[in-house]
């Protein structure tokens, strides 16, 4: 992925009905404090000037339509980080009558209207921490080594 994103990364945050706890987490890690900014990354207005959108909450049924127009007009290779509990599988609100859930089901129906993402990244909790973000940063850069691995079981 890094070869992709040498020097920075332009984000888009996409609330998709979220309680704005992850939001607040999101404006935090790019103050002083945390300064995600000394590496690269820049907040911009348009998912057409994005790298990556940051994807919070579940997706609403009302937000729908508008959350595929914001990928759709991101420039390929297209990055989605989700985060947070709703935004990764829809948190307390995954079965709902008003949301699709997490960022499974989106790219569920992504995929049915041919809008392709090419990598998809998760930082779960509720809220997320500044510290998590960074380390996500980090992975997508190429500037640290996934912790953890995922183990897919096979029916034999």
């Given at each position: 992925m890094s070869r992709f994103l040498k020097k920075s990364i332009w984000i888009f945050h996409l609330n998709t009905g979220s309680c704005n706890a992850c939001d607040i987490e999101i404006l935090d890690v790019l103050t002083p404090f945390f300064d995600a900014e000394r590496f690269g990354v820049k907040l911009v207005?348009?998912?057409?000037?994005?790298?990556?959108?940051?994807?919070?909450?579940?997706?609403?049924?009302?937000?729908?339509?508008?959350?595929?127009?914001?990928?759709?007009?991101?420039?390929?290779?297209?990055i989605l980080i989700a985060m947070g509990s709703c935004g990764v599988g829809g948190g307390i609100w995954h079965d709902t009558y008003s949301t699709i859930g997490g960022v499974r089901e989106l790219l569920k129906i992504l995929e049915k209207r041919g809008i392709v993402v090419d990598h998809v990244y998760y930082i779960p909790g509720c809220p997320i921490r500044p510290e998590a973000i960074i380390y996500a940063i980090g992975l997508i850069k190429g500037l640290v080594k996934k912790k953890a691995k995922m183990k897919v079981k096979t029916a034999e």
């Open positions: 207005v348009s998912p057409r000037h994005a790298d990556a959108i940051l994807m919070t909450g579940p997706v609403t049924i009302e937000s729908l339509p508008k959350v595929v127009n914001a990928i759709e007009a991101v420039p390929r290779p297209r």
